[in-house]
């Protein structure tokens, strides 16, 4: 082996450096992965800082099944992957051969049942694959979605009864008496619509969601149907489906329930009626489940047991390892049950987890049992940084990399399998040279030991400062910009200059330094171009001097660049980069008590939540603002898929909190019962309804006064803290609460953000792409995740000045529309939220926006207004060839007819030379690019705008240029010549101009000829 085997093939970088964590391999997911900071809760709501790895080691102490809890988009499914990928390759898990079950979040339900029995052997598991198949089978979509309607309209009905049962049991009649009645109502008429058999027909349609939902148990769905595909009815569907049906062709009871609900006029009420039916679709699928899927004459619960006993009998464990709860609502319910119950002697040791949002209805009916069993309820959080030590976290990240991808995919799952118990991968190395071990050494190591070549710490900080950079020009941990910008942008795309030993000759400079290139152009190398990148990108000087001082001249005999080394030391100090720190979350500390002030708060409180007295407005205005300070200390998770830059905020607002929360010097957080809450709130501190529940109401009494505690104790203070009588107990209510309001705060700010400004941004990256007149030929997402310096690498010349000022505009806009909504799906700054990007697609494609705006569109026409005169030139000369081989033929005659008038001393004395004439036709036959040619033509008749900017971001604007120069030539030349035959005639005889005519009519003639074969060939075609 020698240095370029340091340098990973191909083959390894796109197994091992991808810019998506999921579609890593679990050994090289480990080898590569970064630690994530959690919180743990205990019941009582306390906290503690925790790891990735005090999760497993609970994980592989304790029998219930383990909440991990975190809003859309932070991370569960990727800490789900991590568990499993420890598992798989930890010494007992292996010996043991526990029976590990990961239920992905686009998994059907015929899949995941399908997972629980995976490897499992004996009559009963066969049988229930049989069953399973039989339901799979047996019945098609049609059956299945008949069967979720019948449910739908039983669960609708049960709606109402429950809400009557409620109502009876309370001793006055509540203040939501009317909208209750209202449901009671809705519930008991809604269902004759349901089973009508005309508006059932559209419930059963191939586009309804009961459809889809039936579709994919029974044939499961591929992630790309999913993505563009509703489980959930939608006001449009519901509306669509009214008007899709003739009202009176629908029986009696159907048109009454219509009337009676108002359906065919009030917008109000279609939507407590899709409301309703989502409730009850959902409820529908899981007594579908129970219906459909009976096992041996026995449940699921039933079949679970049977999976413990038999791995019981074999010795082995069960885990169940869950990335999303909702992903699997059917059989949510009686899986918790499975997973919560007491191990039995003939039951096998069970471990599980639970992924769940935050907020999830089907997950917090049953928290406080889950939690309390667990011992333990886990938060993905966001850790913190700052502009020194995220440099050295990039070096080490990037080194992580390219040792992994040195070992590749199959190697490296024996090394991660030989060292189970530590995450550390062994640094890649093989046997060089003294020579080459010099020139290795000279590249420096990342501070966990590994080399960096063919990167040096220079290189990575100047390309960190090129490609991972914030608007405010602050250097972000962005994983996905770091493997991008960095790692494939080199690696990948410049492996075989390296091997040809051209490298980094092609290697783009986002900033060049004037000064050092000069210095470097007049040293005389063979190649100035390499050492200007070389010294810019792995120097990172201002001057020659500056180069000279800091890079190791064994740098340049790697690349090959032998003279340059000349010019550097070889005894150049490496340095070997700091290990960086890892992110840390403050711990508040409770310090001894001091003494109270004694202002009445909890009496104050305590007549609030009675209903007595209105809170005051000072202590409502102190609530609001510690509500909203809650709310912007909130430690947003990096899976939170949103990053608060300033574009989300209004020119009045200091940052996207406010934006939402506040408005001038208002905090628009509601207080129930307050009597002096600002108009325009958007946001609850809790509901009327909070207070009919006794626990709940004592525990929200209770927060409030914390609140107001806090905030009172430390308002004009510098440091905050809970150091004031009973500040301890108040910690605990306010953490609790803090945890339980806050994140639902968040989430409804991402969506109300999301709503602002996602879909807008992405449709206006979309325009621009075809602004720009890029054809989208595989993924989307490829083309929007580049930059615009890797956009613009891409264009080929434009084809004149207006052209080029026209995408300048464009690729002006380009990183700022993609930073915002990338900002709003971002996840931990690795990947984005595909569900919500895919989503927010759909929405995209539906906006009717103008592809340019009035500047560009400007812009445009007078780029083609500028080409139009050179295109009818081309067209007037060229429109009869119809292909390459008779535009050469046509040049060839040109040339033919230039030396022939030479020849007859004939060739005007001022004109361009013959040889630079012939000079430029065989440059243009060189580089003839025909497509151009005819593609040129098209503009002169295409009127879609779109179709214009294919064409002109189509043409090279060199072979443009080239093929008018020579036909403007030749247009020149014939009128010079022509002059000069006609003074001939004046002053020679007519013998002499018979002869002189004779051979120019000769060799018009001959081109002439040509020009007719190739129209005789297009009728041929055309015919």
């Known amino acids: 082996m020698n240095l370029q085997s340091y340098w990973p093939t191909k083959e390894n970088i796109f197994d091992c450096i991808k810019t998506e964590a999921e579609e890593l391999y679990d050994h090289t997911l480990l080898a590569v992965h970064e630690p994530m900071h959690l919180k743990k809760y205990d019941e009582k709501g306390t906290k503690d800082n925790a790891t990735e790895n005090d999760l497993l080691k609970h994980f592989l102490k304790i029998e219930r099944p383990i909440p991990i809890v975190a809003s859309a988009g932070m991370g569960k499914s990727h800490l789900i992957r991590w568990l499993h990928a420890k598992l798989s390759v930890n010494k007992t898990v292996i010996d043991e051969k526990w029976q590990i079950v990961r239920l992905p979040k686009n998994a059907s339900l015929r899949q995941t049942l399908n997972k629980l029995l995976d490897g499992l052997e004996g009559e009963v598991f066969d049988q229930a694959r049989k069953r399973i198949d039989q339901v799979g089978s047996a019945l098609n979509e049609q059956q299945v979605a008949d069967l979720f309607v019948t449910f739908i309209s039983h669960r609708v009905k049960d709606i109402g009864l429950e809400t009557a049962k409620h109502l009876k049991i309370l001793n006055e009649r509540p203040d939501n008496y009317a909208e209750l ?32 939902i039936a579709t994919r148990w029974i044939k499961g769905a591929s992630d790309e149907e999913i993505n563009n595909t509703e489980y959930e009815l939608t006001l449009n569907d519901f509306e669509t489906m009214l008007e899709s049906i003739e009202i009176d062709n629908l029986a009696l009871p159907a048109r009454k329930a219509i009337k009676l609900l108002r359906l065919d006029s009030d917008k109000e009420q279609k939507i407590k009626a899709v409301a309703m039916l989502n409730e009850a679709i959902g409820k529908a699928t899981q007594t579908a489940f129970q219906q459909l899927f009976q096992f041996n004459n026995g449940n699921f619960q039933d079949l679970f047991k049977e999976i413990r006993r038999h791995l019981k009998s074999l010795g082995r464990t069960l885990v169940i390892l869950v990335e999303d709860l909702a992903a699997i609502s059917a059989i949510e319910d009686v899986l918790i049950d499975c997973l919560l119950e007491e191990r039995q002697e003939d039951l096998c040791v069970l471990r599980s987890v639970l992924a769940v949002t935050t907020g999830y209805h089907g997950y917090m009916r049953r928290q406080a049992t889950i939690r309390s069993r667990a011992l333990f309820e886990w938060h993905i959080e966001q850790d913190s940084d700052n502009q020194e030590n995220i440099p050295k976290r990039i070096v080490d990240f990037c080194s992580r990399y390219i ?15 030989l060292n189970n118990q530590n995450d550390v991968l062994p640094v890649w190395e093989c046997d060089l040279s003294k020579t080459e071990s010099e020139q290795l050494n000279a590249f420096g190591t990342s501070s966990v030991g590994i080399p960096l070549f063919p990167y040096n710490q220079e290189a990575i900080n100047t390309l960190t400062k090129w490609y991972c950079i914030d608007q405010d020009k602050n250097i972000v941990f962005n994983p996905r910009d770091v493997i991008n910008g960095i790692l494939l942008n080199l690696l990948r795309d410049n492996r075989e200059d390296y091997l040809d030993k051209t490298f980094p000759q092609n290697l783009s400079i986002k900033e060049s330094v004037t000064t050092l290139n000069s210095e470097i152009q007049n040293l005389g190398l063979v190649s100035p171009r390499r050492a200007q990148v070389l010294s810019t990108i792995w120097g990172n000087g ?87 300070d809650m709310i912007k200390d909130f430690q947003l998770p ?16 200091k940052n996207v909190y406010e934006s939402i929360f506040k408005q001038g010097q208002r905090y628009l957080i509601n207080l129930p019962l307050a009597g002096n809450n600002p108009p325009g709130c958007v946001y609850d501190f809790f509901t009327e309804d909070d207070l009919k529940d006794t626990e709940r109401s004592i525990f929200l009494q209770r927060s409030a006064l914390a609140i107001l505690r806090y905030n009172l104790f430390n308002n004009k203070e510098e440091t905050k803290d809970w150091n004031y009588p009973e500040g301890y107990d108040d910690f605990i209510y306010y953490t609790q609460f803090s945890q339980l309001w806050a994140p639902k705060a968040i989430e409804f700010m991402l969506k109300e953000i999301r709503g602002k400004y996602l879909v807008d941004s992405l449709a206006k990256h979309i325009l621009l792409i075809n602004g720009l007149g890029i054809k989208i030929e595989s993924n989307l997402q490829n083309i929007l995740l580049k930059k615009s310096i890797h956009i613009q690498d891409t264009l080929k010349p434009a084809i004149n000045e207006k052209y080029q000022e026209f995408r300048e505009k464009l690729l002006y806009q380009w990183d700022e529309t993609q930073q915002v909504w990338m900002s709003l799906i971002q996840i931990s700054n690795v990947a984005f939220d595909n569900d919500i990007f895919n989503f927010a697609h759909k929405k995209a494609k539906k906006l009717n926006q103008e592809l340019l705006t009035s500047p560009q569109k400007k812009l445009k026409n007078e780029a083609i207004q500028e080409l139009k005169p050179n295109i009818e030139l081309i067209n007037n ?45 065989n440059e243009l036959i060189k580089n003839c690019k025909w497509n151009d040619v005819q593609n040129s033509i ?86």
Not at 185 to 204: A, C, E, H, R, W
Not at 891 to 901: C, N, P, Q, V
Not at 939 to 954: A, G, T
Request: proline share 3%; charged share 25%; glycine share 4%.
């Open 181 to 212: 009645r209202q449901i009671m109502s809705m519930s008991d008429l809604l269902p004759t619509l349901i089973t009508d058999v005309l508006f059932k027909s559209q419930l059963l349609s191939g586009e309804s969601c009961v459809y889809s």
């Open 403 to 417: 040792n992994a991808a040195r070992y590749g995919q199959k190697s490296l799952e024996k090394k991660v399998n």
């Open 542 to 628: 201002l001057n020659l001097k500056s180069v000279q001082e800091s890079l190791n001249g064994n740098v340049a005999l790697a690349f090959s660049l032998e003279d340059f080394a000349q010019k550097l030391s070889s005894d150049t100090k490496i340095h070997i980069p700091d290990t960086p720190e890892g992110p840390t979350s403050p711990v508040k500390e409770i310090l001894p008590p001091r003494q109270t002030k004694d202002d009445g708060i909890q009496d104050e409180i305590q007549r609030w939540f009675n209903g007595e007295q209105p809170i005051s407005y000072s202590s409502a205005n102190k609530i609001r603002i510690q509500l909203f």
């Open 638 to 653: 990096e899976w939170s898929g949103f990053e608060n830059i300033s574009v989300f905020a209004n020119t009045n607002n």
């Open 877 to 921: 000369y060229l429109h009869d060839c119809v292909n390459k081989e008779e535009f050469i033929r046509l040049l060839d005659e040109i040339k033919t007819i230039y030396k022939s008038i030479l020849d007859m001393g004939l060739y005007p004395n001022s004109f361009v030379s013959r040889e630079t004439l012939n000079k430029d036709i």
């Open 938 to 1023: 098209k503009l002169l008749s295409v009127l879609d705008e779109s179709k214009q900017l294919e064409i002109l971001s189509s043409l090279d604007g060199s072979v443009i240029k080239s093929v008018c120069k020579v036909l403007k030539n030749w247009q020149q030349f014939n009128s010079n010549v022509l002059s000069k035959i006609e003074k001939i005639n004046d002053t020679t005889s007519t013998q002499q101009v018979d002869k002189i005519n004779k051979e120019i009519n000769e060799s018009f003639i001959s081109i002439e000829a040509v020009l007719e074969e190739f129209s005789e060939h297009v009728i041929e075609v055309v015919l």
